[in-house]
């Protein structure tokens, strides 16, 4: 399965953005959708997942109450809806796809990756 992300930007702390994923290549409902984060100097982390319905979904702490992910098989893409942003959630965002049904927090268990797409927040 092919990934593709978009919609990061420059934002003022406190504001929002949306992010989405397409896929293409395989179908997408078999796949637990995720994203990821990296910031300079900083390893990659976990930041939410959701089921291949949407049926659940879950959040790391840092981000929980803030982050919305969701899905629509019918368009194959995933959206990261990213509120109340601080200057801490700036990073290359990536978005991933793994066959398993498990929506845990390993970023080791995805099989496919995007590209990432940037996103920065001024204070």
């Known amino acids: 399965v092919q990934l593709q992300a978009s919609g990061g930007g420059l934002v003022q702390a406190g504001g929002s953005l949306r992010l989405s994923c397409a896929a293409s290549g395989r179908t997408f409902s078999g796949y637990v959708m995720g994203w990821s984060r990296q910031a300079p100097g900083k390893e990659r982390e976990f930041v939410s997942a959701i089921s291949r319905f949407g049926t659940s979904a879950y959040y790391a702490d840092s981000v929980k109450g803030r982050f919305t992910i969701s899905r629509d098989n019918a368009k194959n893409t995933t959206y990261l809806q990213m509120n109340s942003l601080k200057p801490e959630d700036a990073a290359v965002y990536y978005c991933?796809?793994?066959?398993?049904?498990?929506?845990?927090?390993?970023?080791?268990?995805?099989?496919?990756w995007g590209q990432g797409t940037q996103v920065t927040v001024s204070s």
């Open positions: 991933a796809a793994k066959s398993t049904a498990a929506i845990g927090q390993d970023l080791s268990s995805f099989d496919y």
